[in-house]
């Protein structure tokens, strides 16, 4: 089972075609599509490219604990990678690899609140190495994770 493959296929079927259907029937635009539509405006992207990097963007939002390199995100979004690092970098003002890397460190944010040891979550939010994960997380948050996680425990929200 290809997860980009699956994920494509929602995206055609669920984001552009929605937008076309709407513009063939005549029928009035919801809030959202109306969204779309004055983001395209306002950057000159086409409202199925606006789409289609917010479809990335969930499809990095669900798969951040998997292998995903950014010819998969960007497959995802239909997209050549260096059109698609532009376009994306344009609509949220970073990088795919970096809004990847925020999930995960999110993610393990979140685990380390739960008192997982550092080993377990930096294979659970898709790191490879302890201290490549580590080193990640410390220049995300100025903490390294076990830090992170004492400081939490001793200062509970």
């Known amino acids: 089972m290809d997860p980009v493959a699956d994920f ?8 552009v075609t929605d937008s076309v259907i709407f513009v063939l029937m005549g029928t009035d635009k919801t809030y959202y599509q109306e969204q779309i ?3 395209s405006r306002e950057s000159g ?6 789409i289609q990097v ?8 669900k798969h951040y604990a998997d292998k995903i390199e950014l010819d998969q995100i960007a497959m995802a979004a239909c997209m050549s990678r260096f059109h698609f690092v532009r376009v994306f ?5 970073v990088t795919p690899r970096q809004y990847l890397k925020d999930v995960r460190i999110n993610k393990a944010k979140a685990l380390l609140k739960k008192g997982l040891d550092v080993t377990t ?24 994770p076990g830090r992170y996680q004492q400081w939490h425990k001793s200062n509970p929200e």
């Open 8 to 15: 494509t296929e929602d995206v055609l079927r669920a984001g």
């Open 37 to 39: 539509a004055k983001i």
């Open 45 to 50: 992207l086409a409202e199925y490219q606006y």
């Open 54 to 61: 917010r479809q990335s963007r969930h499809f990095m939002e």
């Open 89 to 93: 970098q344009m609509i949220y003002g």
């Open 121 to 144: 979550v930096c294979y659970e939010v898709g790191y490879d190495s302890v201290p490549t994960f580590s080193s990640a997380f410390k220049r995300g948050t100025g903490l390294s």
